[in-house]
Every structure is written in structure tokens, then in C-alpha cells.
């Protein structure tokens, strides 16, 4: 395997992913994924954690603990850190290179469509102001990832992911599909928690009308 220059990388994101699959050590380190993205840093882990996360959500309790390194990068994300930081312990992690091939064999063919159409464009929503909005609703989607919610955590991650994809492209048009994912997400939310509550308060109503109604029959 190459000994890349990973500060003046210019691999597309695909191939790096594909390298860094084909080492031999049986074992992943963070730390080694850290290096290979590079300056892509903050959009590559994004990327990474998100699909990570997405694909792992049918996975009762793996999302809480998958979630925790991707709230800390969105976190850095709010505070405007030039380089992304990590924990040695979190460094040292590790997880079997067949687990990761088999998640990035997943997710490879729509990843490679979207990294052929992404360009650099709209640079108003990739800037400093737009890095620091991003950075703040990928903490609270994060967030959301980590609850034991089943497969509630699904487009909370791919949205996470969107956001360090169009970060890492600097492409407006994949961070602006991502907003108006969460819009949409936020909506459904909205809806759904509107419909419960009604049905909720419904139901009980109509308890404390058969209970009056039972307790007239015997007074």
C-alpha cells in the first residue's frame, strides 16, 4: 500500500475508503481513519459515523455507542477547531476490517453516484457561519442517533452524513438537500407527535366519559 501524503491528498473520498478496506491487519483503528481522511477530517468522519450509524440502527444500543465520537466531531464542528480532535482512549478503538469492508461494500454504489455528481458550488452554505448552524443541528441530530429509539435514528444519520459529505466536497447543493431533509424530518416529527398527542388525549377523554358513564349506571 502507497505511503500517501494525506495533508495534500487528492484521492477521491471513495478511494480512500477502498484503501484503507484493503490493509492487511485484521484490526481498524480510529486513529488510522483520522490520518487517511486527512484535512477532510470533520466531513470525512461525518460521512464515515453517519453511514456507520445508519446502517447499525436496527442494532438495539449500538447507535449510543456509535453516536458518542460523532457528537464530539459535530461538537468540534460548533467551536470552529482547525483540525479534528480525538481522545487517545477513542483513538486506540478498534473494530474488525471485515466489519468495515462489509459496511462500506453497503453503502458504496450510491456513495459513488453522489461523489461523481458532487462539485464545488454555492459556497455561501459551506462557509464559517453555515459550518457552525451545520455543526449545531449535526449535534442535536446526533443526539436523537443516541437515544433507544428503534430505527428511529435512521435519516438523523444519513442527514448527519449528507452535512460531511457536502462539507468535505465544499458542494452547496448536498448541504442544501440535507437542510431541507431536516426541515422534512422535523415536520414528520412535528406531525406525528400532533397525531399521538390528539389521539392520546382522545382516548382518555373518552375513558372518563365511560367511567362516568358506568358510574352512573350503578349510583
Not at 104 to 121: A, C, N, Q, T
Not at 135 to 147: A, P
Request: charged residues 15%.
Amino acid at each position: 500500500m502507497p505511503d500517501y501524503d494525506y495533508q495534500s491528498d487528492t484521492r477521491p473520498f471513495s478511494q480512500v475508503l477502498d484503501d484503507i478496506g484493503a490493509k492487511a491487519d485484521p484490526k481498524l483503528y480510529l486513529g488510522e481513519l483520522v490520518n487517511a481522511f486527512g484535512e477532510r477530517g470533520f466531513g470525512a468522519m461525518m460521512v464515515f459515523f453517519g453511514l456507520i450509524n445508519a446502517i447499525a440502527s436496527p442494532i438495539p444500543g449500538s447507535t449510543t455507542i456509535l453516536g458518542a465520537p460523532m457528537l464530539l466531531i459535530c461538537l468540534q464542528l460548533v467551536i470552529r477547531r482547525d483540525q479534528l480532535w480525538m481522545p487517545r482512549w477513542a483513538l486506540n478503538s478498534s473494530l474488525p476490517r471485515d466489519n468495515y469492508r462489509a459496511t462500506i461494500g453497503k453503502v458504496r454504489k450510491p456513495l459513488l453516484f453522489i461523489e461523481r455528481l458532487s462539485r464545488p458550488r454555492f459556497s455561501f452554505l459551506s462557509g464559517e457561519v453555515a459550518e457552525v448552524l451545520i455543526g449545531v443541528v449535526s449535534s442535536l441530530l446526533t443526539v436523537i442517533v443516541m437515544l433507544p429509539i428503534f430505527g428511529g435514528n435512521l435519516f438523523p444519520s444519513l442527514f448527519v452524513a449528507l452535512f460531511g459529505f457536502g462539507l468535505m466536497q465544499r458542494d452547496g447543493v448536498l448541504i442544501g438537500a440535507a437542510w431541507v431533509g431536516v426541515a422534512g424530518f422535523c415536520i414528520f416529527v412535528w406531525a406525528a407527535w400532533e397525531l399521538i398527542s390528539r389521539l392520546f388525549l382522545a382516548s382518555a377523554d373518552w375513558f372518563v366519559q365511560a367511567g362516568h358513564w358506568v358510574q352512573g349506571l350503578f349510583s
